[in-house]
């Protein structure tokens, strides 16, 4: 049954004719389920472009703006802040369900797009790359009276993929998570050093390289986005979890749980995933060297390939959900929006115009996230029926939700960034306009609770307050309070809401031998998520004192809470834990990804010990399908023997011989790759998988095992020494004219000279009097993408009126021919074209149409992250042009043809990214105005 309200069409058609003006006198255009109902509670001027918010004691909403973001992609006339962005608090005095005033609390030039905010009592902590910033008002004018920088380092500046929000987890610790703009090099109070790295690198302003394969204090590799945890004081910084492309969020329930949703690479595999402590999400290769692309193999989807998901030591993936660009975060643990609603997980999705809801379920020893439902909407069910307007655009589609937080009184605020775009990054609503809708339940009498922080009692209340940093506040008063505060904290273990348990449970434990007795007896609760929270609350304080039960415990556990015996014991001895940790091997069937990841993170360190303790004596042939699964995750060299007698068993089945295979191809070792040396001269499947995995392995993990070996199909771009010869004589400054044009000559006649010109021209090392020389016209260049750049660089550029094609009327029918004859050479398109550019299939689901339109006429405006171009020089003269997919021993270029070439990184003489899209320009396509009107028609049109 349908469970979201309809607008009737003539109120729809009506909200149309607001056009994509001022949209302060729309109705709001939310679709939420039937018991609920949405109202506006603040618009802009109240405020601009929110990005993130937080709830405090006074029921007030505070949040941060991101009027200045990425100006350098915006100066044509948007709202820009001289003094930097600021941190707004909006109220609603009056009590009339709307916010009345707005008051600004700071504003600073440190604060440019600021991503996080949280309140906590007097202290407010602003995530802005490089810094996490805490201002403290200590008189409570609602003025910082101080400003401290707790942690700095973080890269992405001005960048969507920078530093993110902040929360004060109910173990008392702050979490914060980054996106993969690094470098991130930051350091804790106690001097301990965070370095997280990857191949990905996108042009700014202020951005420095982003180099993989950087080795922390631990001795660790830590990967593109993550996150960290660390100690209110500023000690004691950890990672959590890492190797995100981008979670814009992440939310820490009262169970100890993390919970993040993750953007792709504009290719439909955005996912919502629960974490594991110590976990890697999967998006670069391990050492954030290499790109997913490069790393994909044959048969895999694109799903599985983005996240690794066939890669032993990679986190199962958890509900891929398609296109999108996943924001806030926020899991509701009351019932004030009514009793179905506790427990849900909203995860908000920009891209999508919506707000999925998930109710975690337990499966195994992980979480199943396979009830999403469209919570929230803009437009009607995950984008289905949507209307496009002819004259103007469908200002439903710039809902953009940033963020979700409950107040006080459990109401829900949905923050709205309110923009045709997102994604790319540039902002087309040049007014910075933004929106707050609250969300209640209907009938119900949403009453402002009195918080009182000053008397044991009122803490307890506080503490059950759906406001995040409010009963994060309350905790940290009875944290202070120690074991005094324990009778009253006692009767919430016996209250019907368990996320009211877990919390009382993270503090009990904290309270010396008292409070851990009142916990001992939850580590055999019937509900999983209560023992799991009493295991996590206990082990954070006195670890060896769980050692003496520990393997009835074991026994006796739900998988959910022997997974995390696994990731807890290895923290300590593993001379004690060892028994322990047999045990938990016994417990694996051999199908739970979740555990066995578990276990693969607790024996990391280890796997050539533990394969010697738990198989070394087991005949190969007899491995369990469990044994040989958990053997495929820990790939130990211990192993090698064992499993290259497997691999050649005739008695086994093919595919316990691949999966030997495969296991083996995660061995840096010689002993491994002889094998597949000598696999490779045969012939048959393994001999196919052996002569894959030796071309794959030959400029990575494998590279020096593999100097020697030239693979068959090595495509090393032709040497071009006479290109060499020319750069030196153009360079000349002693030369005479003639020379130089003559060798200029030579450049433009060949395919790697053009390229080498772009490159000096991008450089700022060709002199314009050279430049003067070049042909006006690229006519002779058959590469599109080469042509625009030249162009570009050194041509004159057509431009299209982007306001009269949006006017146009576009045929359906030819724009599907014209979008097979020029898309789908760089684009996918349902089953059809490459996979160089975005996926276009669901396009409409994230850009409305006349933000199509300026995406095709201007492909610089807009670079999807992880689509920006490079230029890369070999020293053997040749020269190309394309998408960088791994940067490390190893350079992978996928040029603009969709040919990729694997470079050993000793050959490439320089490489320089270029701020240019590969996508050409329509003139360079031969595409009028009425032939991009039929593109948009086919493209906007149903799900193709």
Same mark, same amino acid.
């Given at each position: 049954?349908?469970?979201?309200?309809?607008?009737?069409?003539?109120?729809?058609?009506?909200?149309?004719?607001?056009?994509?003006?001022?949209?302060?006198?729309?109705?709001?255009?939310?679709?939420?389920?039937?018991?609920?109902?949405?109202?506006?509670?603040?618009?802009?001027?109240?405020?601009?472009?929110?990005?993130?918010?937080?709830?405090?004691?006074?029921?007030?909403?505070?949040?941060?703006?991101?009027?200045?973001?990425?100006?350098?992609?915006?100066?044509?006339?948007?709202?820009?802040?001289?003094?930097?962005?600021?941190?707004?608090?909006?109220?609603?005095?009056?009590?009339?369900?709307?916010?009345?005033?707005?008051?600004?609390?700071?504003?600073?030039?440190?604060?440019?797009?600021?991503?996080?905010?949280?309140?906590?009592?007097?202290?407010?902590?602003?995530?802005?790359?490089?810094?996490?910033?805490?201002?403290?008002?200590?008189?409570?004018?609602?003025?910082?009276?101080?400003?401290?920088?707790?942690?700095?380092?973080?890269?992405?500046?001005?960048?969507?993929?920078?530093?993110?929000?902040?929360?004060?987890?109910?173990?008392?610790?702050?979490?914060?998570?980054?996106?993969?703009?690094?470098?991130?090099?930051?350091?804790?109070?106690?001097?301990?050093?965070?370095?997280?790295?990857?191949?990905?690198?996108?042009?700014?302003?202020?951005?420095?390289?982003?180099?993989?394969?950087?080795?922390?204090?631990?001795?660790?590799?830590?990967?593109?986005?993550?996150?960290?945890?660390?100690?209110?004081?500023?000690?004691?910084?950890?990672?959590?979890?890492?190797?995100?492309?981008?979670?814009?969020?992440?939310?820490?329930?009262?169970?100890?749980?993390?919970?993040?949703?993750?953007?792709?690479?504009?290719?439909?595999?955005?996912?919502?995933?629960?974490?594991?402590?110590?976990?890697?999400?999967?998006?670069?290769?391990?050492?954030?060297?290499?790109?997913?692309?490069?790393?994909?193999?044959?048969?895999?989807?694109?799903?599985?390939?983005?996240?690794?998901?066939?890669?032993?030591?990679?986190?199962?993936?958890?509900?891929?959900?398609?296109?999108?660009?996943?924001?806030?975060?926020?899991?509701?643990?009351?019932?004030?929006?009514?009793?179905?609603?506790?427990?849900?997980?909203?995860?908000?999705?920009?891209?999508?115009?919506?707000?999925?809801?998930?109710?975690?379920?337990?499966?195994?020893?992980?979480?199943?996230?396979?009830?999403?439902?469209?919570?929230?909407?803009?437009?009607?069910?995950?984008?289905?029926?949507?209307?496009?307007?002819?004259?103007?655009?469908?200002?439903?589609?710039?809902?953009?939700?940033?963020?979700?937080?409950?107040?006080?009184?459990?109401?829900?605020?949905?923050?709205?960034?309110?923009?045709?775009?997102?994604?790319?990054?540039?902002?087309?609503?040049?007014?910075?306009?933004?929106?707050?809708?609250?969300?209640?339940?209907?009938?119900?009498?949403?009453?402002?609770?009195?918080?009182?922080?000053?008397?044991?009692?009122?803490?307890?209340?506080?503490?059950?307050?759906?406001?995040?940093?409010?009963?994060?506040?309350?905790?940290? /008063?009875?944290? &202070?309070?120690? !074991?005094?505060?324990?009778? %009253? +904290?006692?009767?919430?273990? $016996?209250?019907?809401? *368990?996320? =009211?348990?877990?919390?009382?449970?993270?503090?009990?434990?904290?309270?010396?031998?008292?409070?851990?007795?009142?916990?001992?007896?939850?580590?055999?609760?019937?509900?999983?998520?209560?023992?799991?929270?009493?295991?996590?609350?206990?082990?954070?304080?006195?670890?060896?004192?769980?050692?003496?039960?520990?393997?009835?415990?074991?026994?006796?556990?739900?998988?959910?809470?022997?997974?995390?015996?696994?990731?807890?014991?290895?923290? /300590?001895?593993? &001379?004690?834990? !060892?028994?322990?940790?047999? %045990? +938990?091997?016994?417990?694996? $069937?051999?199908?739970? *990804?979740? =555990?066995?990841?578990?276990?693969?993170?607790?024996?990391?360190?280890?796997?050539?010990?533990?394969?010697?303790?738990?198989?070394?004596?087991?005949?190969?042939?007899?491995?369990?399908?469990?044994?040989?699964?958990?053997?495929?995750?820990?790939?130990?060299?211990?192993?090698?023997?064992?499993?290259?007698?497997?691999?050649?068993?005739?008695?086994?089945?093919?595919?316990?011989?691949?999966?030997?295979?495969?296991?083996?191809?995660?061995?840096?070792?010689?002993?491994?790759?002889?094998?597949?040396?000598? +696999?490779?001269?045969?012939?048959?499947?393994?001999?196919?998988?052996?002569?894959?995995?030796?071309?794959?392995?030959?400029?990575?993990?494998?590279?020096?095992?593999?100097?020697?070996?030239?693979?068959?199909?090595?495509?090393?771009?032709?040497?071009?020494?006479?290109?060499?010869?020319?750069?030196?004589?153009?360079?000349?400054?002693?030369?005479?004219?003639?020379?130089?044009?003559?060798?200029?000559?030579?450049?433009?006649?060949?395919?790697?000279?053009?390229?080498?010109?772009?490159?000096?021209?991008?450089?700022?090392?060709?002199?314009?009097?050279?430049?003067?020389? +070049?042909?006006?016209?690229?006519?002779?260049?058959?590469?599109?993408?080469?042509?625009?750049?030249?162009?570009?660089?050194?041509?004159?550029?057509?431009?299209?009126?982007?306001?009269?094609?949006?006017?146009?009327?576009?045929?359906?029918?030819?724009?599907?021919?014209?979008?097979?004859?020029?898309?789908?050479?760089?684009?996918?398109?349902?089953?059809?074209?490459?996979?160089?550019?975005?996926?276009?299939?669901?396009?409409?689901?994230?850009?409305?149409?006349?933000?199509?339109?300026?995406?095709?006429?201007?492909?610089?405006?807009?670079?999807?992250?992880?689509?920006?171009?490079?230029?890369?020089?070999?020293?053997?003269?040749?020269?190309?042009?394309?998408?960088?997919?791994?940067?490390?021993?190893?350079?992978?270029?996928?040029?603009?043809?969709?040919?990729?070439?694997?470079?050993?990184?000793?050959?490439?003489?320089?490489?320089?990214?270029?701020?240019?899209?590969?996508?050409?320009?329509?003139?360079?396509?031969?595409?009028?105005?009425?032939?991009?009107?039929?593109?948009?028609?086919?493209?906007?049109?149903?799900?193709?």
């Amino acid at each position: 049954m349908k469970t979201y309200r309809l607008l009737s069409l003539s109120l729809f058609f009506a909200l149309l004719s607001c056009g994509t003006g001022n949209r302060n006198q729309e109705a709001p255009l939310l679709y939420v389920p039937e018991e609920l109902e949405v109202s506006l509670w603040a618009s802009s001027p109240l405020f601009h472009n929110p990005t993130n918010m937080d709830v405090d004691a006074k029921g007030r909403v505070w949040l941060t703006e991101a009027v200045n973001y990425r100006d350098f992609r915006n100066a044509d006339g948007h709202l820009v802040r001289e003094a930097g962005d600021r941190v707004v608090i909006l109220e609603d005095r009056d009590g009339d369900g709307k916010a009345d005033t707005s008051q600004v609390f700071v504003q600073d030039e440190d604060l440019r797009s600021p991503l996080g905010i949280a309140v906590v009592g007097n202290q407010v902590v602003v995530s802005c790359s490089p810094h996490v910033i805490v201002y403290t008002d200590t008189d409570g004018d609602d003025l910082p009276d101080s400003k401290e920088v707790f942690l700095t380092g973080f890269g992405g500046k001005d960048h969507d993929h920078g530093l993110h929000a902040g929360q004060l987890g109910p173990d008392g610790k702050w979490y914060f998570i980054a996106g993969n703009a690094g470098p991130h090099q930051v350091e804790d109070k106690e001097g301990w050093t965070l370095r997280s790295g990857s191949v990905y690198n996108e042009y700014t302003p202020y951005s420095t390289e982003n180099v993989p394969a950087q080795v922390s204090d631990d001795g660790k590799v830590y990967t593109g986005g993550l996150i960290i945890r660390i100690n209110p004081d500023g000690t004691g910084m950890e990672v959590m979890a890492h190797n995100f492309r981008n979670a814009y969020e992440v939310f820490v329930d009262s169970y100890g749980n993390m919970w993040q949703s993750d953007n792709d690479d504009q290719t439909a595999s955005c996912r919502t995933t629960w974490l594991m402590e110590g976990g890697n999400a999967g998006f670069f290769s391990e050492k954030g060297d290499r790109t997913w692309q490069a790393d994909r193999r044959p048969g895999q989807t694109i799903a599985e390939a983005h996240w690794h998901q066939h890669d032993p030591g990679v986190l199962p993936s958890g509900d891929v959900y398609g296109a999108g660009s996943p924001t806030g975060m926020l899991r509701i643990e009351g019932d004030e929006l009514g009793e179905a609603y506790r427990g849900l997980l909203l995860a908000a999705d920009a891209g999508r115009n919506i707000i999925f809801g998930y109710h975690p379920r337990p499966e195994g020893s992980g979480y199943s996230l396979a009830n999403r439902q469209n919570f929230i909407a803009s437009v009607d069910t995950d984008n289905e029926g949507y209307i496009w307007h002819q004259v103007e655009a469908d200002t439903s589609k710039w809902f953009r939700p940033s963020d979700a937080s409950l107040g006080t009184d459990g109401s829900l605020f949905v923050a709205d960034w309110y923009d045709p775009i997102v994604g790319g990054h540039q902002m087309r609503d040049k007014g910075g306009e933004g929106k707050i809708y609250r969300i209640t339940k209907k009938g119900r009498n949403y009453a402002s609770p009195s918080i009182d922080f000053g008397t044991i009692s009122g803490q307890v209340a506080a503490l059950c307050n759906p406001a995040v940093h409010v009963r994060a506040r309350a905790a940290q /008063l009875l944290r &202070e309070q120690g !074991a005094a505060v324990i009778p %009253q +904290l006692e009767p919430l273990l $016996d209250h019907v809401n *368990p996320f =009211y348990q877990a919390r009382a449970i993270w503090l009990l434990a904290e309270m010396g031998a008292p409070g851990l007795e009142k916990v001992r007896p939850l580590l055999r609760d019937k509900n999983p998520e209560l023992a799991l929270t009493s295991l996590r609350a206990m082990a954070a304080v006195a670890p060896e004192a769980l050692l003496g039960e520990a393997a009835t415990l074991i026994s006796e556990a739900h998988p959910l809470v022997r997974r995390e015996w696994a990731l807890l014991l290895r923290k /300590l001895d593993y &001379e004690k834990t !060892a028994p322990l940790y047999s %045990q +938990l091997i016994d417990g694996f $069937d051999g199908t739970d *990804p979740w =555990y066995r990841y578990a276990l693969g993170i607790a024996f990391s360190d280890r796997a050539d010990e533990v394969f010697e303790r738990e198989w070394k004596n087991t005949d190969p042939l007899a491995w369990s399908a469990a044994q040989a699964s958990l053997i495929w995750e820990l790939h130990p060299e211990a192993a090698i023997p064992a499993l290259i007698h497997r691999v050649h068993s005739e008695s086994l089945s093919p595919e316990e011989r691949l999966q030997a295979l495969e296991t083996l191809a995660f061995v840096p070792h010689n002993e491994a790759v002889e094998t597949f040396l000598r +696999l490779a001269e045969g012939e048959g499947i393994l001999a196919e998988q052996a002569d894959w995995w030796l071309q794959f392995r030959k400029y990575n993990e494998w590279q020096d095992f593999l100097e020697d070996w030239e693979p068959p199909l090595d495509n090393l771009p032709a040497p071009q020494p006479e290109l060499l010869v020319a750069l030196d004589q153009l360079s000349d400054s002693l030369g005479t004219t003639a020379a130089q044009q003559e060798a200029l000559n030579r450049l433009v006649e060949s395919p790697e000279g053009r390229l080498h010109l772009a490159f000096l021209a991008v450089k700022g090392s060709l002199a314009d009097s050279l430049k003067t020389l +070049l042909p006006e016209e690229w006519s002779t260049e058959g590469r599109l993408a080469v042509r625009s750049l030249l162009t570009r660089l050194f041509g004159t550029e057509q431009h299209l009126d982007e306001a009269g094609i949006n006017q146009l009327a576009g045929d359906v029918t030819n724009g599907k021919v014209l979008a097979a004859r020029n898309c789908l050479a760089c684009h996918r398109i349902g089953d059809s074209g490459n996979e160089i550019g975005p996926y276009l299939s669901g396009i409409r689901q994230k850009m409305d149409a006349p933000t199509l339109v300026n995406a095709i006429v201007q492909p610089d405006a807009a670079i999807g992250f992880g689509s920006e171009s490079w230029l890369i020089r070999l020293k053997n003269g040749a020269a190309l042009y394309g998408l960088l997919q791994s940067n490390g021993p190893v350079v992978t270029v996928l040029d603009s043809q969709g040919q990729r070439f694997v470079i050993p990184a000793s050959e490439v003489a320089e490489k320089r990214q270029v701020p240019v899209s590969l996508m050409p320009k329509p003139a360079e396509m031969g595409l009028m105005a009425q032939d991009i009107a039929d593109i948009r028609a086919y493209l906007m049109q149903g799900d193709l």
